[in-house]
Nanobody, 118 residues
Framework: QVQLVESGGGLVQAGGSLRLSCAAS????????MGWFRQAPGKERELVAA???????YYTNSVKGRFTVSRDNAKNTVSLQMNSMKPEDTAVYYC????????????WGQGAQVTVSA
């Protein structure tokens, strides 16, 4: 089992920045991919960014150039730096983890509300 605890989030004006952090505990290993998802009201949950143990990254098109995902393997933490934020970034953001050989994310954080005002 892996436990994920998120921190950060809140309210920011358009163009501003926020940082989300996620601390992992339990059976963490070098075979774990960390991801950040978001879900806005009335919309499906989407994968925003992901990062492998060796820091290979993925970003959905709408956040490329604005969001940066990073991880500290020694501390078992992953972060999402969000810059140049837009109202459409408003959502509940979730930290998630999966083993590399598993296609679905297995472990989830509690979620953090991010609200971007126009």
């Amino acid at each position: 089992q892996v436990q994920l605890v998120e921190s950060g989030g809140g309210l920011v004006q358009a163009g501003g920045s926020l940082r989300l952090s996620c601390a992992a505990s339990g059976r963490t290993s070098s075979n774990v991919i960390m991801g950040w998802f978001r879900q806005a009201p009335g919309k499906e949950r989407e994968l925003v960014a992901a990062i492998t143990w060796s820091s290979n990254t993925y970003y959905t098109n709408s956040v490329k150039g604005r969001f940066t995902v990073s991880r500290d393997n020694a501390k078992n933490t992953v972060s999402l730096q969000m810059n140049s934020m837009k109202p459409e970034d408003t959502a509940v953001y979730y930290c998630a983890a999966r083993r590399a050989q598993i296609n679905e994310y297995e472990y989830w954080g509690q979620g953090a509300q991010v609200t971007v005002s126009a």
